[in-house]
Every structure is written in C-alpha cells, then in structure tokens.
C-alpha cells in the first residue's frame, strides 16, 4: 500500500478544505517547495498535488507554486497533478515540465470525449478522479453534484484507458472521520486498473483497514488533514502499510 501525501494549493500556499470548502481552509505553509522536501525527507515515494483554484476556475491557478515544487523534487520521486486540467494543451505543458501522471475530474464527467482523447494522447499517464457523497459524482472543485454513478463512470472510464481511478468521499474529507473503506473496495472488486483511496483517513487505523482490502485493487491512499494535523504519523504509517503488504496470505 502506497501512502501519498497531498499537498493542496490556493493562493500559493499550501491548505486543506474541509469537504470542497474553499472558504473553510487551514493554512499549514507559505512554501510548496519545501513541503514536498518535507514528504521527501519523510521517505514519500509520490506527491499528490491539487490545483484548487485550478479546480473551481477551470484552468490552471497556482502553475508557478506547481514549478517550485517540481524544480525541488521531480527528479527524486513522481507527482501527480490534478486541478483545472481540461484542455490537452495543458496536460502537455505540466508533463512537459516533470509532472508524472495527470489528474483529469469535472473535465472527465462534463467532458467524456476530452478524457478519451487525454487517454489516447498521454498513455500510461492520465487518472481519473471520481468525488462523491453518497455514490454520486461531484463536479467543479465539489461545488456540484451530478446524478452520475461513481461505478458506472468508473468502468466507462477504463475502458478509455486510464491508469487509475482516485476515489474520493467528499462527505468526509478533511473531516478526521475514517476512510469509507466499503464503498473504496467495492469500487475497486469491479475495475481492473487500480484505485487509490482518499478523504477521511484519521489514523493508523484506517490505513490498517485499507491494507485489508489492498488485494481487491486498493492500491494507494492519499493523505492530507491527518498528516499535516499530527494524527497520523507518515513514516511510521508507510512502515505499518509495508510490513502488512508484505505479510503472508492467510
């Protein structure tokens, strides 16, 4: 099980929302970069960075604080980007610039056709990011919701070619609540391609219960408010995620 921390960016400074909420933020830094140094340093084997004022505007928002990070660390471990990315014009432009995968969300859901093309275009290097509350789709950096299926898209999507799929239940992000460990496995028994798991892990605990169900295709989680708030502790979380991936099956 792959941990990922996120770093979430507004303004130009590194934040967390609580459930989409771009006017409820907390501020844990003024300096991208060194965050990444600091998941780095902490032995993070992947970043997962947000454009949220990409996210809800559109287009890219933060592109500068985005190339900080990448001259920092881009030759040391792979980031993934998602937030405002819907036109291929962009996409070439971040992967161009050292970003790994790409993250395409309110573009894949209003925009199927674009995210095909993504998929055709960039092989091996687009995920799709599914957000939902209650098994519905959310759009525009959450501030929409659609009536769209997360598994139906999800299994559309794949069929595109996608890498991987990043669910997130909006009803408990940034919320400290615990991981919708059921709805994540349920999702990920019906795709071949991996899921990582986001919103609400708290603690260890969850990270524990997420390992359980690595073998149905949960893959990696992606980590943010329990990190930057103290509740969970990176390196020791990677180690116990480590020494339950490789444990014998029973």
Known sequence: ???????????????????????????????????????????????????LDGAVKGRPGNEAAIRTIIDEVEDEIPIQLGGGLRDLDTIERYLDLGIADVIVGTAAVKNPGFLQDACGAFVGQVIVGLDAREGKVATDGWSKMTGHDVLDLA?????????????????????????????????????????????????????????????DGVEAVILGRSLYEGTLDFEAAQARADELSSRPAP
Not at 176 to 181: A, E, K, P, R, Y
Request: glycine share 10%; with cysteine.
């Open 155 to 215: 299994k559309k999507f794949e069929d595109y070619g996608v890498k991987a799929v990043i669910y997130t239940d909006i009803g408990r992000d940034g919320m400290l609540t615990g991981v919708n460990v059921e709805a994540t496995r349920r999702l990920a028994g019906e795709l071949i391609i991996p899921v990582y798991a986001s919103g609400g892990v708290a603690g260890i605990a969850d990270i524990e219960a997420l390992c359980e169900i690595e073998e």
């Open 1 to 51: 099980m792959l941990l990922i921390p996120a770093i979430d960016i507004k303004g130009g400074r590194c934040v967390r929302l609580r459930q989409g909420n771009m006017d409820d933020e907390t501020v844990f830094s003024e300096d991208p970069a060194a965050m990444a140094r600091h998941w780095l340093d902490k032995g993070a084997r992947r970043l997962h960075l947000v454009d």
